[in-house]
């Protein structure tokens, strides 16, 4: 009784969030204010992928040549570096997952994954942002970062055709489980994160 009333008060008290949406719709940067203000591990696959290949490891040789194309990386290379990234912090409060999952197979293995640990998805929240100010924002952030993959219109497009084939089909995987919400992506950064904060506010 006591350990049940332990695992509903974990369900209630923990946040897990999927912040979703296309590549350069403002992800990253909405995932470090809202990770602050919630007090969350903010998990971004690409930068994980990223630092690997700084790193040189295994996994970023692997990853390297996929992401330089705007491929997605194979789904059990990421799925496992996703548990493993998630495993390193066994006392967080939640966690915001940033570009993950991707694929339906992720989101599948997502789900059951944090049930195993007693967890689950509250919810996932899309930043929309229309393709050609993506494009323009995905080419500035080129510039100033040197992102092999923002510098140049056909990777970038084919990031598009990736995300339109394969993880656009997650909202309604997300919508069937009354947990997808859409928030206009666009304008100023304060705005932006405050429609974030109402949206989890109102529904946690
Ligand atoms: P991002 O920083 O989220 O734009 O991701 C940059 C690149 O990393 C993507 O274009 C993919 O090549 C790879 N990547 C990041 N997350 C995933 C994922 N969940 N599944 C497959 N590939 C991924």
């Known amino acids: 009784m006591i350990l049940g009333i332990f695992v509903i008060y974990i369900f209630i008290k ?20 809202v990770k602050n203000k919630y007090d969350l591990i903010h998990i971004s696959t690409g930068d994980v992928f990223r630092y690997n290949i700084s ?3 295994d996994l970023g040789l692997l990853a390297k040549s996929y992401m330089e194309k705007g491929d997605l990386v194979p789904d059990n290379v990421t799925i496992k570096m996703l548990e493993a990234e998630v495993n390193k912090s066994p006392n ?12 339906t197979l992720q989101a599948e293995i997502l789900d059951e994954f944090l049930l195993s640990n007693e967890l ?6 899309a930043l929309e942002v229309d393709e050609n100010i993506l494009i323009e924002r995905l080419i500035k952030r080129g510039k100033d970062s040197g992102r092999v993959d923002d510098q140049d219109r056909s990777k970038i497009e084919n990031r598009f055709d990736e995300y339109n084939k394969k993880t656009s089909i997650l909202i309604n995987y997300y919508k069937s489980q009354n947990k997808f919400f859409q928030i206009d992506g666009t304008g100023g950064i304060s705005e932006i994160s405050e429609r974030i904060y109402n949206v989890i506010d109102s529904n946690i």
Do not use: V
């Open 14 to 33: 923990m946040i897990n969030l999927i912040l979703f949406g296309k590549p350069g719709s403002g992800k990253g940067t909405q995932a470090e204010f």
């Open 120 to 125: 689950s998805i509250t919810m996932t929240i």
């Open 92 to 103: 967080a409060n939640g966690f915001i997952f940033d570009g993950f999952p991707r694929t």
């Open 55 to 57: 790193k040189k490891t």
